[in-house]
């Protein structure tokens, strides 16, 4: 008896030391894990840091997200909540029928339940027509593109509990029919390819996915092209494929939901169609200038390099908050553009979204052109120069409050962050509104 309590003992006491172990020694190797994951740096061990108390704030959630054997760990209770309980930890992340996977947002879309009424919509749609004519009026070309939703393309395998007993009119619905009426040019995706769901040789959205496959971004971009042609009546680079692979390995985004839920085993997906691209850009061919306004879907194009083959100067502002350029080594924040100058270097100017971020539409885009247009004064950028002046300015008068700083010192906390960063993001918000105010 006394043995067996002794081996229980030991192999307690091993279980216990052997993150500690594998933290410091990392005899085993780890996959990380996947999706929107941020490892907090190692706190800084100085006076300072340890009379004020920071360093031992910050080093429990280093240390948390740091200790060994903690990816299997997560992966194995993710596994068990997909497989036993039919639930997915990852944040906002739907499992449906046959284990078809969903993001919330999606789902919301389909059943209506974002709606934002027939004013905001008709407000948004009287924005877009008002830029639509200015920009043919500079010579310049308006394009608004919805990408499916996978709400829409999958609605049989969304769960019970997730409907709705009356569904509405969705965002979509509106948005699409106003356009229309009005005239503005406009590519909807969404129900192409639903029309395609039974008649694709491949298909048009992984069961893993969110977004649009690859097959199906492929399908897109050819017809982007030739409707942007036809519109502008130019020659673009030949954008084609002359062979697709088949995989029941899904590839890149054709498995990122299942990738964040982070499991121990793969869902079966079926196969996947990758078309092998080609483009032909002899002398003569138009590669025009763009600025694609959009949510996520867009990477698909841009972060693949189609967009940097196709187009010229190729900009990106990701939610209208964040832009993007192959020519630059970092992105940039929007509201440090000036959207004056930038809008007037394009040729094309494209809003880019999926229904499930229709109910945002167009981040603020529409507001921030028509307000720059009607007072181009200050559509001025601010230098980084002045900009880091003014950050200082304003940590120094919060600095003076002692309120202020233990508000602050709180938040930090709440975040897991180190107090001087909660100090600058909460500087950095001030300047932002005071710069839109």
Same mark, same amino acid.
């Given at each position: 008896?006394?043995?067996?309590?002794?081996?229980?003992?030991?192999?307690?006491?091993?279980?216990?030391?052997?993150?500690?172990?594998? $933290?410091?020694?990392?005899?085993?190797?780890?996959?990380?894990?996947?999706?929107?994951?941020?490892?907090?740096?190692?706190?800084?061990?100085?006076?300072? +840091?340890?009379?004020?108390?920071?360093?031992?704030?910050?080093?429990?959630?280093?240390?948390?997200?740091?200790?060994?054997?903690? !990816?299997?760990?997560?992966?194995?209770?993710?596994?068990?909540?997909?497989?036993?309980?039919?639930?997915?930890?990852?944040?906002?992340?739907?499992?449906?029928?046959?284990?078809?996977?969903?993001?919330?947002?999606?789902?919301?879309?389909?059943?209506?339940?974002?709606?934002?009424?027939?004013?905001?919509?008709?407000?948004?749609?009287?924005?877009?027509?008002?830029?639509?004519?200015?920009?043919?009026?500079?010579?310049?070309?308006? %394009?608004?593109?919805?990408? #499916?939703?996978?709400? +829409?393309?999958?609605?049989?395998?969304?769960?019970?509990?997730?409907?709705?007993?009356? $569904?509405?009119?969705?965002?979509?619905?509106?948005?699409?029919?106003?356009?229309?009426?009005?005239?503005? !040019?406009?590519?909807?995706?969404?129900? =192409?390819?639903?029309?395609?769901?039974?008649?694709?040789?491949? !298909?048009?959205? +992984?069961?893993?996915?969110?977004?649009?496959?690859?097959?199906?971004?492929?399908?897109?971009?050819?017809?982007?092209?030739?409707?942007?042609?036809?519109?502008?009546?130019?020659?673009?680079?030949?954008?084609?494929?002359?062979?697709?692979?088949?995989?029941?390995? #899904?590839?890149?985004?054709?498995?990122?939901?299942?990738?964040?839920?982070?499991? %121990?085993?793969?869902?079966?997906?079926?196969?996947?169609?990758? #078309?092998?691209?080609?483009?032909?850009?002899?002398?003569?061919?138009?590669? !025009?200038?763009?600025?694609?306004?959009?949510?996520?879907?867009?990477?698909?194009?841009?972060?693949?390099?189609?967009?940097?083959? %196709?187009?010229?100067?190729?900009?990106? =502002?990701?939610?209208?908050?964040?832009?993007?350029?192959?020519? =630059?080594?970092?992105?940039?924040?929007?509201?440090?553009?000036?959207?004056?100058?930038?809008?007037?270097?394009?040729?094309?100017?494209?809003?880019?979204?999926?229904?499930?971020?229709?109910?945002?539409? #167009?981040?603020?885009?529409?507001?921030?052109?028509?307000?720059?247009?009607?007072?181009?004064?200050?559509?001025?950028?601010?230098?980084?120069?002045?900009?880091?002046?003014?950050?200082?300015?304003?940590?120094?008068?919060?600095?003076?409050?002692?309120?202020?700083?233990?508000?602050?010192?709180?938040?930090?906390?709440?975040?897991?962050?180190?107090?001087?960063?909660?100090?600058?993001?909460?500087?950095? =918000?001030?300047?932002?509104?005071?710069?839109?105010?």
């Amino acid at each position: 008896m006394k043995t067996t309590r002794y081996i229980l003992f030991t192999v307690l006491m091993l279980l216990l030391i052997l993150p500690a172990v594998q $933290r410091f020694a990392g005899f085993i190797r780890e996959s990380p894990l996947k999706g929107a994951i941020t490892l907090p740096e190692k706190p800084v061990l100085n006076s300072k +840091s340890w009379f004020d108390g920071s360093f031992q704030e910050n080093y429990d959630p280093y240390l948390e997200q740091t200790v060994g054997f903690r !990816p299997t760990l997560i992966r194995i209770n993710n596994q068990i909540a997909f497989s036993v309980f039919d639930t997915a930890l990852a944040n906002g992340v739907i499992i449906g029928k046959n284990n078809y996977l969903y993001e919330n947002n999606y789902v919301k879309a389909y059943e209506g339940v974002d709606f934002v009424g027939y004013k905001e919509i008709n407000e948004q749609v009287a924005k877009a027509k008002i830029i639509q004519r200015k920009l043919e009026e500079n010579g310049q070309h308006f %394009l608004i593109v919805f990408a #499916p939703g996978k709400g +829409s393309y999958f609605p049989e395998y969304i769960p019970e509990k997730y409907r709705v007993k009356n $569904r509405g009119i969705t965002n979509y619905d509106c948005y699409a029919s106003r356009f229309l009426q009005e005239g503005i !040019p406009f590519i909807d995706f969404n129900r =192409w390819f639903i029309q395609m769901k039974d008649t694709s040789r491949y !298909p048009l959205y +992984s069961k893993t996915g969110i977004h649009w496959s690859l097959y199906g971004v492929a399908l897109s971009v050819d017809s982007l092209v030739r409707y942007m042609e036809k519109m502008a009546g130019i020659d673009m680079v030949d954008f084609s494929w002359d062979g697709i692979e088949v995989s029941s390995d #899904p590839r890149d985004t054709d498995n990122d939901i299942a990738n964040g839920m982070n499991l %121990l085993f793969p869902i079966k997906t079926g196969e996947m169609a990758y #078309p092998n691209i080609r483009f032909n850009d002899p002398p003569g061919k138009t590669r !025009p200038d763009v600025l694609v306004i959009g949510d996520s879907y867009y990477w698909n194009i841009m972060g693949s390099g189609i967009a940097s083959r %196709l187009f010229g100067d190729n900009n990106f =502002w990701f939610y209208n908050r964040e832009a993007h350029n192959p020519k =630059w080594r970092e992105p940039k924040k929007v509201s440090d553009l000036n959207i004056l100058d930038e809008i007037k270097k394009q040729q094309f100017v494209i809003l880019l979204f999926t229904d499930a971020n229709l109910y945002k539409f #167009p981040c603020g885009f529409f507001n921030d052109v028509t307000d720059a247009w009607e007072h181009p004064e200050q559509s001025i950028a601010i230098s980084p120069e002045v900009k880091e002046k003014r950050i200082k300015e304003i940590i120094a008068d919060m600095r003076k409050s002692k309120e202020t700083v233990e508000m602050i010192r709180q938040k930090a906390i709440k975040k897991k962050i180190s107090f001087e960063e909660m100090l600058r993001l909460d500087a950095n =918000w001030i300047l932002e509104q005071n710069k839109s105010k």
